[in-house]
Nanobody
Framework: QVQLVESGGGLVQAGGSLRLSCAASGSIFRIDDMGWYRQAPGKQRELVAHITSEGSTNYADSVKGRFTISRDNAKNTVYLQMNSLKPEDTAVYYC???????????????WGQGTQVTVSS
């Protein structure tokens, strides 16, 4: 089994910054793609940022230029640096990782428990 533990959420004023972290632990042979998603009240979960094992990234248009995703493969950790935060960034942020538990198994997608980010105007 694999666990994803997120941290770094909280309350911040508009224009401020937060850094989210997500550490994976458990039965891990390899982590392929990692990403951050968010879900605001009454809305569907949406992709915020995504990073491959080689470091290629892509972002939702709404966060381009403000958010940066990165990863530390040695620590099985993915980060999301969020700058110039806006009230519309308020949501629960979820970490996602595509993990191969053993050398011979297929890949499985895991989710973190979510961390609340609230941006006040």
């Amino acid at each position: 089994q694999v666990q994803l533990v997120e941290s770094g959420g909280g309350l911040v004023q508009a224009g401020g910054s937060l850094r989210l972290s997500c550490a994976a632990s458990g039965s891990i042979f390899r982590i392929d793609d990692m990403g951050w998603y968010r879900q605001a009240p009454g809305k569907q979960r949406e992709l915020v940022a995504h990073i491959t094992s080689e470091g290629s990234t892509n972002y939702a248009d709404s966060v381009k230029g403000r958010f940066t995703i990165s990863r530390d493969n040695a620590k099985n950790t993915v980060y999301l640096q969020m700058n110039s935060l806006k009230p519309e960034d308020t949501a629960v942020y979820y970490c996602n990782a595509v993990v191969r538990p053993t050398r011979y198994s297929g890949s499985v997608a895991y989710w973190g428990q979510g961390t609340q980010v609230t941006v006040s105007s």
